[in-house]
């Protein structure tokens, strides 16, 4: 009876063993070939891989930031002094940012990437500003993508403190607001009743 009992414990014991080795090991192979490995089961069932879908996302949101640049340039060369551009951001989500500098517009993917992300394109254009209630240039360096696309306005000590800011979106009929020859990008921190008479660049 002991012997019967004592060869059921050290079996179990062994079975315990084999099972807690297994784990450790494939435990190992999911962290260096997890994803391949995920993506060869995708793939045997006739499933779109997590790499296929990201591939397609960057494509499409390359394809809208080449539209982008077309919208821009089309609005940068219109004859009006003053007018109202209808840009297209919203093809964008949150893996991804634009950003501005006095000679670039850059899209950049941040999605699982460290630090500031990867640049995939860019253009020639100088938009890094947007206008004030006053109509008055503000510098702008980064415009984010959510639900909807914004800019964050930092608030001194504020955010630095609590990472808070202002957030204004872009809700008016146009993105872009030409006056004067200056280019600068329009968001809801301008009143709607200022812009009510704005017209479309021609």
Excluded at 138 to 150: A, G, N, Q, V, W
Excluded at 167 to 187: E, V
Aim: proline share 1%; net charge neutral; glycine share 6%.
């Amino acid at each position: 009876m002991k012997k019967g009992s004592s060869f059921s414990v050290g079996s179990m014991a062994k079975i315990i063993l084999i099972v807690l080795v297994l784990f450790v090991i494939l435990t190992a192979i999911n962290g260096l070939y997890g994803q391949v490995f995920t993506d060869g089961i995708k793939k045997f069932l006739g499933e779109q891989t997590d790499s296929e879908i990201t591939h397609e996302k960057n494509l499409k949101a390359e394809n809208s930031f080449e539209n982008l640049e077309d919208e821009i340039k089309k609005c940068q060369t219109s004859k009006e002094n003053s007018c109202g551009c209808m840009i297209n951001l919203n093809e964008l989500d949150s893996n991804y940012r634009i950003e501005l500098t006095e000679k670039e517009t850059k899209l950049i993917n941040i999605k699982n990437q460290k630090g500031d992300g990867i640049q995939m394109s860019s253009f020639d254009a100088s938009l890094n500003c947007y206008w004030g209630d006053n109509f008055k240039g503000i510098p702008l360096e980064t415009i984010y993508f959510e639900d909807k696309p914004f800019i964050f306005k930092k608030i001194g000590i504020w955010t630095s403190i609590t990472g808070r800011g202002n957030r204004y979106y872009f809700t008016h009929k146009f993105n872009l607001l030409k006056i004067n020859n200056k280019l600068c990008w329009l968001a809801d921190n301008v009143d709607e009743n200022k812009i009510i008479s704005i017209q479309e660049c021609k």
